[in-house]
């Protein structure tokens, strides 16, 4: 007898449907999961590739032989971008630290060595805009932060200059790192799919990981200097500039101070006099405002 295939031609037909719609489901689960899936094995590589920054300008200590790959460095260039508004898109207690007197010029007077933990000059080499060195100690937050006013290249560019969502953390040349100013401003991603960069500065708005983690470590090219977070603030690009860099004296300065700790998420206890110098961390924050939100992680130089 002949295999008879009208039979399954039928079941084929009646299965027709379902298959169709199993298969558009697959392809919009696929739609769905494969480009975060994408951006967040993007964000791992670009992430490691500042892993290995760090290993190459860090001394190996004793006995230990380097292993991290050379990362290829592409100078910024020149042209700037106007310095208005940078816009953010998303995206363990360490004893005190003495802090070295500054260099009169970097043409002068070498930077720091000799208790800075990165090698500057290195650092310098690989990016003409390099200004200094960010650490939170017991956080993932180790970066190098350079001093531009081309802010729309270092929103889409590593330190290494290559294009990235990551981008780098940056202060505009209104920063003053060699006297230093009164206020130092440092702008950086908060990514939604990542904790590279800024994201993790989200964690500062419980009082108790502050208390946990409160110093902040900057290497500059005119010494290294240690800070003490004193407010964590949420605010709208339009309510005040946090990055506020001159004022025009010492009550100018302390009203600026008291301001943001009348903003402040929680009292850290931290006292700041009107003749300190401070450092202000700024990301968006889009739980607050939406695509104007910020928060703003103040510290003051110990």
Known sequence: MLFDWSDNVRKMKALAPTLLLMAGFLCGLALLVVPPAMELAAYLADADEYAVIAEQVRPPGPGATPTATAVHITQPPQETESPASPLITHAPDTPAVTCMPRATSPATAPPSMATSTVDLAACSAQNRDFVAWLTIPGTVIDYPVVRSDNTAYYLHHLFSGKESKLGCLFSLTSADYETPGRNIAIYGHHLSNSSAMFSTLMDYKQAGYCADHSQIRLDTLYGMRTYRIFAVVNMKVSDWDAATARFVSDEDFLNFVNRAKHKALYD???????????????????????????????????
């Open 268 to 302: 850290t206890g931290v006292a700041v006099k009107s003749t300190d110098n401070i450092l202000t961390l700024i990301t968006c924050d889009r739980s607050h405002g939406g695509a104007s939100g910020r928060l703003i992680v103040m510290a003051v130089q110990e």
